[in-house]
């Protein structure tokens, strides 16, 4: 069927009836055609599969999701045996470090132990004695001042010792001051720690 759409421009639109649409001209019918099959793809696309699409697209998100999140926990689980034994080797670690904090009972010594590393070091100790203890989340610290005389090399051979000690002691805010006659005053703090094993709720 072949359409003269020239013919548009000689209608008489006046003469255009919905009670006679048989009679309407060639093209009127196939353009009134053409415009009732796009609002009826227009309606069926928007009612019908618009939501399917939309659907369909989050699904395919959740899936990319779900594989993601998949993908990550089969690493972690396939990991899972040398996490165990990270644990095991954290937690006797763990263990050793406490062994080498010092006990109630065993934090008097300390005095002894610093005293007896400074005289053989060749110091001469001004003052040593225990600071209020400080007290932090899992642990409390024990600091000790300490101010001793001696040569440089002297406080070396000190902090070396110190570092070997069977315990845990740390030296902080030390500081190197002239004494006279080639000597010099060392004030340092040593602070040595106690695990406090806070009850469990």
């Known amino acids: 069927m072949n359409l003269d759409l020239k013919a548009l421009f000689d209608i008489d639109w006046n003469e255009i009836e919905l009670d006679n649409i048989g009679d309407w001209p060639v093209v009127v019918k196939a353009l009134c055609s053409v415009v009732l099959a796009f609002i009826v793809l227009f309606f069926s696309y928007s009612l019908l599969v618009s939501d399917e699409i939309s659907a369909y697209s989050n699904a395919v998100q959740k899936e990319t999701e779900l594989r993601n999140t998949y993908k990550a926990k ?3 689980a396939s990991k899972l045996d040398v996490y165990r034994n990270q644990m095991v080797q954290m937690e006797d670690e763990f ?8 006990t109630s009972n065993e934090t008097p010594g300390l005095l002894d132990d610093l005293s007896y590393v400074g005289t053989t070091s060749g110091l001469t100790f001004l003052k040593i004695g225990w600071l209020p203890e400080v007290e932090k989340e899992f642990y409390t610290e024990l600091p000790i001042k300490i101010e001793v005389v001696g040569a440089y090399h002297e406080f070396g051979n000190f902090v070396d010792k110190v570092a070997q000690l069977p315990r845990i002691v740390s030296l902080h805010d030390f500081s190197i001051a002239s004494a006279g006659e080639k ?16 009850d469990k709720k």
């Open 74 to 76: 089969y690493a972690v």
């Open 95 to 102: 263990s050793q470090l406490l062994k080498r904090l010092p």
């Open 183 to 198: 000597k010099l005053t060392f004030s340092v703090i040593a602070k040595t720690y106690r695990y406090e094993e806070r």
